[in-house]
């Protein structure tokens, strides 16, 4: 049986006097840079299309750049014209005797402002206090099993909120607990006993154990079958109806 010869095809040249006779027609000059090649015309044309879409988002990245400093410049002039009409007007009631529009004025440009600082802090109080909470859903959501760690996160997320202090808090029908998150975190097996990880919680019938739980998820088929098949909202409902 005759035996094939792999056969390669350069694409690249340095010279045309490199190019193969028969193939010097599928070639064209090509310049990258400070350098002369001499590429295949399907390569060449890749490589022209590449560069004319990158050069097309330098162009834009510009663009953009450009239109971000005009915005900031009439920005700019647009405060300091805005500072120059109060100034003006601050002189004219000067003259006029109008101090007491003056001060009234002073009172609610302060008042604004306390306004604009009480809410960039709500704002990153709230920033704050939304990463704290992700992180404590993320670690104990953790602790579910594979296929239903998203919906006890949402579950997790639904038991959390925030008291008056700011501190995170357990609720409970709806309303603020005295359950820490560390007994929160304890007990989560007992409150999701089909969505928590066996090896996070205690099983078996010995001390400390919940062998009801256990044995009702044994001789529960349909949720093994919907185990099996990877159907998660099967094997919640028939996990569910053991409550």
């Known amino acids: 049986m005759p035996q094939l010869t792999e056969v390669r095809m350069n694409l690249q040249y340095e010279t045309l006097d490199d190019v193969p006779a028969d193939l010097k027609d599928s070639f064209v000059e090509f310049k990258e ?33 450009e239109a971000l400093e005009r915005l900031q410049a009439l920005e700019e002039a647009e405060n300091k014209r805005q500072r120059e009409l109060e100034e003006k007007d601050l002189e004219s009631k000067q003259k006029n005797g109008q101090y007491e529009e003056i001060l009234n004025d002073f009172k609610t440009k302060a008042q604004q402002r306390e306004e604009e600082l009480k809410r960039q802090l709500d ?9 704290k909470k992700s992180a404590v859903v993320s670690e104990l959501s953790s602790l579910g099993t594979e296929h239903a760690r998203d919906t006890l996160k949402r579950l997790i997320a639904s038991d959390l909120d925030f008291g ?25 097996k007992d409150l999701y006993p ?35 098949r990877g159907d998660l909202k099967g094997f919640l409902d028939a996990s569910i109806k053991l409550n």
């Open 33 to 65: 840079g400070d350098k002369t090649l001499f590429l295949h015309k399907d390569l060449a044309d890749t490589k022209r299309e590449f560069y004319r879409t990158k050069g097309d988002l330098t162009q834009a990245q510009r663009k953009q750049q």
């Open 123 to 131: 704002e990153l109080n709230n920033n704050v206090r939304n990463e």
């Open 164 to 188: 008056d202090d700011g501190s995170l808090i357990v609720v409970e029908n709806g309303k603020a607990s005295s359950t820490t998150i560390a007994e929160y975190k304890a007990k989560l």
């Open 194 to 228: 089909f969505l928590v990880g066996e090896s996070h919680g205690k099983g078996g019938q010995g001390k400390g154990g919940n062998g009801s739980l256990t044995q009702a998820g044994n001789t529960n088929v349909k949720a093994d079958e919907a185990k099996k």
